[in-house]
T-cell receptor
Framework: ETGVTQTPRHLVMGMTNKKSLKCEQH?????MYWYKQSAKKPLELMFV???????ENNSVPSRFSPECPNSSHLFLHLHTLQPEDSALYLC??????????????FGQGTRLTVV | DQQVKQNSPSLSVQEGRISILNCDYT??????FLWYKKYPAEGPTFLIS?????DKNEDGRFTVFLNKSAKHLSLHIVPSQPGDSAVYFC???????????FGTGTRLTVIP
């Protein structure tokens, strides 16, 4: 496989469930990201990992918990979500080089529905 | 408050004509600008970018124009093709930061 792969593609979960989203990048990049896209809203950055270290957490509620075990894998653990958390969750990766911005490559996203 | 705005949610253009997608931003610290294209059920894919030191960047049928004084950029596609039908997102970033700010997207429909 090439690029950025996200699983599952679709997820329906109850508010009391615990689930995880998985992202894997095959590009050798050193930075990975979680974005959220809600209907009719801009893409929102949730978390950034550089060299497996979390460098940004954009005021995301604690019911979203990221994990980056290595530079190729990124997880988003979900628990006790709310219906308003239903959205498309996108993973992305990029090769960061001394602060010079590099284009992000996105996965296909996980469409999450909280019931 | 949105830092990147795409005020046209949709645009329809005849095949062969020019498509012009617009984007406005508010933060003068942004110095790198990108356009992403998104097909249904796929993640956004990078299309073209421009640095703030330039006012134009061209790649085949795609040209991005930057007007820093107006904090405005646009994407021109010419000639438009039916395969260009997608949602186009404008994004900006301040060099040294990881946070890409995206607009809400413009859905382009190219009519054969």
């Amino acid at each position: 496989e090439t690029g950025v792969t996200q699983t599952p593609r679709h997820l329906v979960m109850g508010m009391t469930n615990k689930k995880s989203l998985k992202c894997e990048q095959h590009l050798g990049h050193n930075a990975m990201y979680w974005y959220k896209q809600s209907a009719k809203k801009p893409l929102e950055l949730m978390f950034v990992y550089n060299f497996k270290e979390q460098t940004e957490n954009n005021s995301v509620p604690s019911r979203f918990s990221p994990e980056c075990p290595n530079s190729s894998h990124l997880f988003l653990h979900l628990h006790t979500l709310q219906p308003e958390d239903s959205a498309l969750y996108l993973c992305a990766s990029s090769q960061e080089d001394r602060g010079r911005y590099a284009e992000a490559f996105f996965g296909q996203g996980t469409r999450l529905t909280v019931v | 408050d949105q830092q990147v705005k795409q005020n046209s949610p949709s645009l329809s253009v005849q095949e062969g004509r020019i498509s012009i997608l617009n984007c406005d931003y508010t933060n003068s610290m942004f110095d790198y600008f990108l356009w992403y294209k998104k097909y249904p059920a796929e993640g956004p894919t990078f299309l073209i970018s421009i640095s703030s030191i330039k006012d134009k960047n061209e790649d085949g049928r795609f040209t991005v124009f930057l007007n820093k004084s107006a904090k405005h950029l646009s994407l021109h596609i010419v000639p438009s093709q039916p395969g260009d039908s997608a949602v186009y997102f404008c994004a900006t970033v301040e060099t040294g930061a990881n946070n890409l700010f995206f607009g809400t997207g413009t859905r382009l429909t190219v009519i054969p």
